[in-house]
């Protein structure tokens, strides 16, 4: 069994609903999600780190019962640290992370 020393984290976010005709609905938020990961305890098989997260979406109402809905969330993460080694016969991992990514959805939601 791996310890992974993981510690307890928190996330955060807010978000904003805008409705500029009666059929469009815009939505946006941003979010903050602390890593359980450190810089003492990362590893190669989690390399974690706290990240920003940004999303926006719109939703159209094409009827009363069939919608449409576009979202984009963009991850972004800070540079982690790693300067460790997996037992101790292994050779030492040092280098930095870059981590991100970016979600792009579509969905129809009908009622009936």
């Known amino acids: 069994m791996l310890r992974e020393n993981w510690r307890n984290t928190w996330f955060g976010a807010v978000g904003a609903s805008f409705r500029p ?4 609905l815009l939505q946006a938020g ?4 602390l890593s359980p990961v450190t810089d003492g305890n990362r590893t190669t098989r989690v390399p974690d780190a706290d990240r920003f997260l940004l999303g926006c979406g719109a939703t159209y109402s094409l009827w009363d019962d069939l919608n449409l809905q ?8 800070g ?3 790693i ?5 101790p016969v292994a050779g ?7 981590t991100g990514a970016t979600v792009v959805s579509f969905g ?3 009622r009936f």
């Open 70 to 77: 576009l979202a984009v969330l963009q991850v972004l993460s």
């Open 21 to 24: 005709i009666g059929r469009l």
């Open 92 to 98: 030492t991992i040092r280098g930095t992370y870059h």
């Open 79 to 81: 540079a982690a640290k």
């Open 83 to 87: 300067d460790n080694s997996a037992s």
């Open 108 to 110: 129809v939601t009908a």
């Open 30 to 33: 941003v979010g903050y999600d």
